[in-house]
């Protein structure tokens, strides 16, 4: 297990700096590189890159399926330090939120996250998968049935979107969490899903039918912005027929609409 050090940059759109030593790597998510000092190698490898060489075709393949399951890429990046110093190698969140580090030897080894979560690792950390076994969860829980499950003991390191808050729940305590809002937790947590009680509230309460309720001993991270409703806003705005949306106008109508041609001098 590779032991890096690591810098992490920016406020709403973050990146992390990760600095390798002399033989040295990293592994990254298919499309997460900002930047690399000259000198460090990238290498496409299937799987999670743990192991490699100790696997064989049949751990390379199974490394594989496990992040096909969970709908990440078949293929990550190894980042190898080739020279004989100190290396920087730095990997960019993909939309705005915060990035985590996840130091799993302090965590039992162990790390429950949703699907898209992960960002980069230390070479040695294994990408799984993780299912979750109440149908409830699986079908209702916001992340499906499959969530990633990060394992090993060096640093790993996780995005959620906005803002993120850390719950440590002591035994028996419960917190009722949107579905969405769930980035990671401890394996000893337990995940239910709860239906929100009332009809009406469910119906126009635009909470959704259900609540995700966690239950400690354990530790749970929060984020303040699903991509999920980022995307969902997102869309809501867009045109959907076609054309530019224009904001702002007077009366609502843009620039090409029926008061901006009249202020325009048309005839018509």
């Given amino acids: 297990m590779d032991v890096v050090d690591y810098e992490i940059k920016g406020a709403e759109m973050q990146f992390v700096e990760v600095e390798l030593d002399p033989g040295e790597a990293a592994v990254g998510e298919a499309g997460s590189m900002m930047f690399m000092d000259a000198g460090i190698q990238m290498d496409t490898v299937f799987g999670d890159g743990s192991q490699q060489k100790q696997s064989g075709l ?3 393949l199974l490394g594989a399926g496990k992040r ?13 330090n080739q020279t004989a110093g100190k290396a920087r190698v730095a990997f960019a969140a993909p939309y705005p939120g915060k990035i985590l580090p996840m130091d799993l030897r302090q965590l039992g ?20 998968i993780h299912f979750q076994q109440k149908l409830s969860v699986g079908f209702f829980g916001g992340e499906g049935f499959i969530m990633q499950k990060l394992e090993g003991t060096g640093m790993a390191f996780v995005h959620a979107g906005g803002t993120v808050v850390k719950r440590d729940l002591r ?11 769930i980035v990671a937790l401890t394996p000893n947590v337990n995940f239910e899903i709860q239906f929100v009680g009332k009809i009406k509230t469910a119906l126009f309460g635009g909470e959704g ?3 995700a309720k966690v239950t400690g001993p354990g530790t749970v991270w ?4 699903p991509f999920s409703r980022l995307a969902s806003r997102v869309f809501a705005a867009a045109p959907q027929r076609g054309g ?3 904001e702002g106008s007077l009366l609502g109508l843009g620039a090409g609409g029926l008061l901006g041609g ?3 001098g048309d005839d018509d």
């Fill in 262 to 264: 009249v202020l325009g």
């Fill in 171 to 181: 035994a028996g305590q419960v917190l009722m969490v949107d579905t969405g809002c």
């Fill in 58 to 60: 049949l751990g390379k």
């Fill in 68 to 80: 096909l399951v969970t709908g990440e890429s078949l293929f990550t990046t190894v980042y190898s």
């Fill in 109 to 128: 080894g162990t790390l429950i996250c949703q699907k898209d979560a992960f960002l980069c690792a230390a070479r040695g950390v294994s990408l799984g």
């Fill in 222 to 225: 929060l984020q303040s912005l």
């Fill in 209 to 211: 039918l259900f609540f």
């Fill in 244 to 246: 530019a949306r224009e």
